[in-house]
């Protein structure tokens, strides 16, 4: 008996701790069992090759204590958007990116999304947050639209979910750019939207990167715990003011004077060089001219750029060219290094590896191919072009 007891307490507890339960079925037959039982549903729509959705169903929604929760209070589904159902039930609810987390109640209305991958805690404390019928997007969106007048917190809610979601709304976000005071420029959930709107222009005088402009030193502060962010931030309006003196260059007309005012007060902050190189940069690829666009691009990633991942890109962009002259190739090279002395990592590691590898650099092609492969395996990735890479090199080494 003591045996048997032990048994059905592990299976318990196996049970308890598996996280969430996803059904089987259909989403028609989930609405029917969330009605039955007095539950939500909740639907992951994902797609095989998106990244985030795996980390998502490896890491995340195996949690014990998310599991608990969401198995008490939803009927779980998981749906392919490119297989079976999935494709008429992406076009249905407008699922354009992967993950997306959808939640329902027993009737089939969306009453909330939310989009991408969070770790099991977050995710937790969001749908929680659900349960409370007031801080459901459905919720709050019948409430904006019922008044032209709303009170400031639910616009911001709003604005701040809405744009979670990848969907804007200017007219309301021009509202509440009108109602913000000092301290709403130290939101970071409000910043994150207005810098989404600010970056769909080349100008800088549109009222969203004015607004950030004329409060920068506050929106600074407010993110010095957030180190990360603030560098990203600078990353942004580097671009952002380039793309501005670029249009100078291209129409002498244009009126320049934001960007300029803002640059002279702030050259302590960012480099004057880097912002008219960057402008030329653009100038010159409105031009086409490869070979200047080049000296260029080599001048700003080895004197400026110290994003890990932005010089990995470029090093890539580079390998991917089977024209690229050897001049670039080793342009190329020099950026992956760098990007690789920042911070060492399988992507930026695999670049390094193929690209010493094209310039016949067989010997250390292989012991950064032979160290992607290891970063590769640890971090759970797909090493097998990398392996084909070590495979090619062993030969060529023959």
Same mark, same amino acid.
Not at 11 to 29: H, L, M, P, W, Y
Not at 214 to 237: G, H, W
Not at 284 to 293: A, G, Y
């Given at each position: ?28 037959? %989930? ?13 992951? %729509? ?126 309301? +976000? ?16 409000? +910043? ?8 769909? $222009? ?28 603030? &560098? ?14 670029? &249009? ?12 300029? &005012? ?15 190189? $960057? ?13 200047? +666009? ?13 994003? %890990? ?67 590769? &395996? ?6 097998? +072009? ?13």
């Amino acid at each position: 008996m003591k045996h048997s007891f032990f048994f059905l307490y592990l299976v318990g507890f196996q049970i308890f701790s598996q996280g969430i339960r996803f059904e089987s079925g259909t989403f028609a037959e %989930a609405l029917v069992k969330a009605k039955n039982e007095g539950k939500l549903v909740f639907v992951d %729509a994902y797609t095989t090759w998106c990244g985030p959705c795996k980390w998502l169903a490896r890491e995340v929604f195996p949690d014990s204590e998310l599991g608990k929760f969401y198995n008490e209070n939803f009927v779980s589904l998981q749906i392919d958007m490119e297989k079976g159902e999935g494709i008429d039930f992406a076009k249905k609810y407008n699922v354009q990116a992967y993950p997306t987390l959808l939640y329902f109640d027993a009737e089939g209305n969306e009453i909330h999304r939310l989009l991408g991958a969070r770790e099991a805690f977050r995710l937790l404390k969001e749908t929680k947050e659900l349960m409370n019928e007031d801080n459901r997007f459905s919720t709050i969106k019948k409430l904006i639209e019922s008044s032209e007048q709303v009170d400031k917190n639910i616009l911001r809610k709003y604005l701040v979910l809405l744009n979670e979601q990848g969907e804007s709304d200017e007219k309301r +976000l021009r509202q509440y750019l009108d109602l913000m005071t000092p301290e709403d420029w130290k939101d970071i959930d409000i +910043l994150s939207v207005l810098l989404d709107y600010s970056g769909r $222009t080349e100008d800088c005088s549109d009222p969203y990167t004015k607004g950030i402009f004329d409060n920068y030193n506050t929106v600074i502060t407010a993110l010095a715990m957030y180190p990360d962010y603030q &560098r990203s931030l600078k990353e942004f309006f580097y671009v952002k003011l380039a793309k501005s003196f670029a &249009r100078k260059i291209d129409d002498k007309k244009y009126d320049n004077s934001v960007a300029e &005012r803002f640059l002279k007060s702030n050259e302590n902050v960012f480099v004057r060089d880097r912002v008219m190189l $960057t402008a030329q940069r653009y100038a010159e690829k409105n031009k086409n001219n490869h070979k200047k +666009l080049l000296e260029i691009d080599n001048i700003l990633y080895e004197k400026y750029i110290e994003n %890990a991942d932005q010089l990995n890109n470029a090093a890539w962009e580079i390998y991917e060219n089977p024209d690229a002259s050897k001049k670039e190739l080793k342009y190329a090279l020099s950026w992956a290094r760098k990007s690789v002395q920042i911070r060492e990592e399988f992507y930026n590691t695999d670049t390094l590896a193929h690209l010493l590898y094209r310039l016949g650099y067989w010997q250390e092609a292989r012991q950064w191919a032979e160290r992607s492969v290891a970063l590769g &395996r640890e971090a759970g990735e797909d090493v097998t +072009l990398t392996e084909i890479l070590l495979l090619k090199i062993q030969n060529a080494g023959k």
